[in-house]
């Protein structure tokens, strides 16, 4: 699998049963290191780790030889591994098992609890971030939702005309077959043909069409504030522009003719325009926590942060990468008790933080110890009140 939601992210953190095992690692594209094996070699390592902590836990042979099973064909699988992508993650217990082939370069880690163990996918998701892109020819539309990480079609093949005839008759290729345009040098579109009559026809069909594709992803976007980028051939996009309603239509636009355009080729380029964009939220919520640190309406103590996140007081967390907390909470008390991780399977206070924030609709991002607001704890937290 290679896709990976927020509401997908919710049901593996809802997840508690026991033997619960959650794997992360880095993975290799292509190259040297996938003619030898090393992804393969690096997860059969891995397995025989889980192995003896699941011995530590008291199971018995059959039952360890059962969990391991899907994770050991998966191991064996020699053509899974000549698709893979920057990470891999696995969620595996008695009645479940999923893997996620992300591109995240994600740390080398393993988890063992009664709960599955999903906050290394945070910056897939991005808790929210996205932005919509609009590929756009006179013979084909498709339409994007997109992430920092990925991006996925969605399928408006009801709510638009797929060609330019389909929304104008179709004539139209007849009529104008001599016409071909181009653009002067401010951008603006220019049609070629035989008089000026035609050329405006020419012009006033497409507008036509664009508006009828407007109207139809409008039904998806009216309620939407996400960025939409337009990917087209130069001369088209003014056209489009003025046909156009939604609000946050981007100012620059992919040139060129998406409509052989691979789909991954398409989201680099868009998440490169929209670089500062992604940044943009994370350094309004670093902000944000300077001044309602001042109001006492933020928090960087973590035992006031996991409780506080529990009870859906959270509406910014930032957690610093590398880290760990282990313990448990204690209900009866609203308080959190750090253990040491070998005394038991205890929870990853961490994670239960990230989860119960995006549960309330909070945002969560993992930082670098540098970029934290503050670096002295693991947590940080901007309050609803």
Request: net charge negative; charged share 30%.
């Amino acid at each position: 699998m290679d896709y990976i939601n927020i509401e997908k992210l919710k049901e593996l953190a809802r997840v508690n049963e026991p033997d619960c095992i959650s794997i992360f690692m880095p993975t290799y594209r292509a190259g040297m290191e996938t003619n030898e094996k090393i992804d393969q070699k690096h997860l059969k390592n891995l397995v025989k780790n889980v192995r003896h902590e699941l011995e530590s836990f008291g199971l018995k042979g059959r039952e360890i030889e059962g969990l391991l099973r899907p994770i050991n064909e998966l191991v064996e699988n020699t053509g899974f591994w000549k698709l893979q992508s920057d990470g891999l993650a696995i969620f595996r217990n008695r009645d479940f098992f999923e893997y996620y082939t992300l591109p995240v370069l994600f740390e080398t880690y393993v988890h063992i609890s009664d709960h599955f163990y999903p906050m290394p996918m945070i910056p897939y998701i991005n808790n929210g971030v996205k932005f919509y892109l609009l590929a756009i020819s006179m013979g084909e539309v498709k339409f994007y939702e997109g992430f920092p990480h990925h991006i996925h079609e969605i399928n408006v093949s009801d709510l638009i005309p797929e060609k330019l005839e389909e929304a104008v008759g179709f004539d139209f290729e007849q009529k104008h077959l001599n016409y071909r345009a181009g653009g002067d040098d401010r951008g603006r579109a220019i049609f070629h043909g035989h008089g000026s009559t035609s050329q405006e026809e020419a012009k006033t069909e497409i507008l036509k069409y664009f508006r009828a594709v407007n109207n139809g992803i409008m039904e998806l976007l009216h309620d939407k504030d996400s960025p939409l980028v337009l990917a087209a051939v130069d001369y088209l996009v003014p056209i489009y522009r003025e046909a156009n309603s939604y609000r946050y239509l981007h100012n620059d636009f992919l040139a060129g003719n998406p409509q052989h355009e691979n789909p991954i080729l398409l989201h680099e380029k868009t998440r490169d325009l929209l670089k500062d964009f992604f940044e943009k939220d994370r350094k309004e919520k670093i902000l944000k926590f300077e001044q309602a640190l001042s109001l006492q309406k933020a928090e960087y103590r973590e035992e006031k942060i996991i409780p506080a996140a529990i009870n859906g007081r959270v509406d910014t967390l930032f957690i610093q990468k590398g880290k760990a907390m282990w313990g448990i909470y204690d209900s009866e008390n609203n308080s959190v008790i750090e253990r040491d991780r070998e005394a038991s399977r205890n929870t990853s206070l961490l994670n239960l933080a990230a989860m119960h924030t995006l549960f309330n609709n909070g945002r969560v991002y993992l930082m670098e110890p540098e970029d934290m607001p503050e670096s002295s704890t693991r947590l940080n937290a901007i309050f609803r009140y």
